[in-house]
């Protein structure tokens, strides 16, 4: 299968949450690709990840890590004006940040938990990172094929909410759906071969789930690997008519 639909050339490929869990598996598997010329390799220590590292001894130029906090829009200024200068076009991004109880985040069971702080550091994370990012590389969006996918999560769906809690994760992914929907909108005028997706990538063995695995039903807590090469085949699924949609790791949609 193609990388991304359209797709007839070698890919220029970024992915941002790249030093660990699904975005560092999602980096490997884009490697191991003979479809995929460069990938850039994102994350606030991208640069002293010692698994990137090891990525780049195998690999060599072809990866690139780059140091960049996507919630600060200087960095993100600097990585299109310097980091990604040379760059006509990036035919892939994937977008593999999220938290759940870290950086100030918590997983709150009821209201009485939630504050101020959490719910800013969820929305800043979770929602506003994803969409900056997006903002910021639409110039390297315009002009071919061209996928934008942003890991979501099932509990961001408000028709499949049926057990509450998790106030600012489920909000701010909710709400990182819409920017996603609208923003798929806007690329399909600018370049009609651009897709945005919205990927739930299952429950997977990463630091965002290692407090709640317990509860994970046998069979259906992932290896980031899996979770990787799941989610790259539902990206090489869908094309600029699916763009703007919702999707499980297993490529079944899933309800707004």
Aim: charged content about 20%; overall charge negative; aromatic content about 6%.
């Amino acid at each position: 299968m193609r990388l991304i639909p359209e797709l007839n050339s070698n890919a220029n490929a970024l992915v941002f949450g790249a030093s660990r869990g699904i975005g560092l598996a999602l980096c490997a598997a884009l490697l191991a690709r003979d479809d995929v010329a460069q990938v850039w390799a994102v994350s606030r220590n991208a640069t002293t990840a010692t698994e990137l590292a090891t990525l780049a001894e195998q690999y060599g130029d072809r990866l690139k890590p780059v140091d960049c906090d996507a919630r600060n829009e200087q960095s993100l200024e600097a990585l299109v004006s310097e980091t990604l200068a040379g760059c006509e076009h990036l035919h892939l991004v994937i977008s593999a940040l999220g938290i759940l109880h870290q950086d100030g985040a918590k997983a709150e069971k009821g209201l009485a938990q939630l504050t101020l702080a959490s719910l800013q550091a969820s929305f800043a994370t979770n929602t506003f990172a994803p969409i900056l990012l997006l903002k910021h590389l639409l110039p390297l969006l315009r002009k071919h094929p061209a996928t934008f996918a942003a890991l979501s999560a099932r509990v961001g769906s408000i028709g499949d909410n049926r057990l509450g809690g998790w106030y600012s994760y489920r909000a701010s992914k909710a709400a990182l759906n819409q920017l996603l929907h609208t923003a798929s909108i806007e690329l399909k005028r600018l370049n009609p071969a651009s897709t945005v997706l919205a990927i739930h990538p299952g429950t997977t063995d990463t630091e965002l789930s290692r407090p709640f695995q317990a509860n994970v039903p046998d069979g259906q807590l992932f290896e980031p690997a899996f979770s990787a090469d799941r989610i790259l085949e539902v990206i090489g699924a869908h094309g600029p008519a699916d763009s703007g949609t919702f999707w499980a790791w297993d490529d079944t949609p899933i309800v707004w």
